[in-house]
């Protein structure tokens, strides 16, 4: 369950600063922390969330951040409170072009589809891709980016609603989720260069739509763990499975605070981001059944 309850305030440790937080981040990582699917260290009652800006109330001296200062950040846990002590290196600054509702709509997805396009794959113009949940928070910055860097992007959607915000976005088509295959082998008999995949229980699917020589990256698992995947099938058409993980590249504050900075002149730029809904703190339950409710077209944010 989730309540709204009192806590201690947190008292900010050895490289730690105070932060009162004015926007939260929600994302289904919160839903999987919630149910069991993710891990969660320590004991009950926990605090949920990791992302979400505010400004400084305290910091070290000598710390390059100072009260009043405008921040956001990515990966602090507890961030569905009033205050949060946040790890300095994890501190990313704002600059004055973006509000504390567009940081935390953007950084984590922002920085997650920035991965997806940089690191997992380097897309390249005139590359074909297929984006799963092309209208979800992640799906379309993916597909914005995609489009920007001069490829095609062909969404999966599941809803009308859906599948008019992924053309929006800049999708050349926008397939059904329940005849989504087939339908991709029509656009591109030979295959797409890549695939990515948030759903899972998809993986084999976007296996059979990749070119050869082509790659898919399982980034999420939204519908549930795929099969096992048979090695030989990715002999067979030399297909390359990559596994896409923000955080193994987030792991210093100048990764941190450089990629943020490509993401913010990308905003300066003209990125777009879609909130789907806004949701007071304290009503963090009806959010979460919200976004369970795979309603949402892009990015749900908390207002503290």
């Known amino acids: 369950m989730l309540a709204w309850t009192e806590r201690p305030d947190p008292v900010p440790g050895l490289g730690q600063a105070l932060v009162r937080v004015h926007r939260v981040g929600l994302n289904l990582a919160d839903v999987y922390r919630r149910n069991g699917t993710y891990h969660l260290a320590g004991n009950a009652p926990w605090i949920l969330g990791y992302e979400g800006a505010g400004e400084i109330v305290s910091a070290p001296a000598g710390s390059g951040f100072s009260a009043g200062q405008r921040v956001a950040f990515a990966d602090c846990p507890f961030a569905n409170a009033e205050l949060v002590a946040a790890d300095l290196d994890r501190l990313i600054a704002l600059p004055d072009s973006v509000s504390y509702e567009l940081a935390a709509a953007v950084l ?167 909130i789907a809904a806004r949701f007071a703190l304290r009503d963090g339950a009806e959010a979460h059944r919200y976004l369970e409710s795979r309603a949402a077209i892009g990015k749900v944010v908390l207002e503290v």
């Open 108 to 274: 984590l997805q922002g920085l997650t589809a920035q991965y997806l396009i940089r690191d997992s794959y380097r897309v390249r113009a005139g590359d074909r891709a297929v984006v799963h949940a092309a209208a979800g928070g992640v799906g379309l910055l993916l597909v914005k980016m995609i489009v920007h860097a001069g490829a095609t992007a062909i969404g999966v959607v599941s809803s009308q609603a859906k599948r008019a915000a992924a053309l929006a976005a800049g999708c050349g088509h926008a397939l059904d989720v329940r005849d989504w295959p087939s339908a991709a082998k029509a656009l591109a008999p030979h295959g797409f260069d890549v695939v990515y995949d948030s759903v899972g229980t998809t993986l084999a699917d976007s296996l059979d739509v990749a070119r050869t020589g082509g790659t898919v990256v399982f980034y999420g698992m939204a519908g549930g763990d795929p099969a096992p995947v048979d090695p030989r099938r990715l002999m067979d058409r030399s297909l390359r499975l990559v596994g896409g993980d923000l955080w193994n590249v987030l792991t210093s504050a100048h990764e941190r605070r450089t990629r943020a900075a490509d993401l913010f002149a990308a905003l300066d730029a003209g990125l777009n981001v879609q």
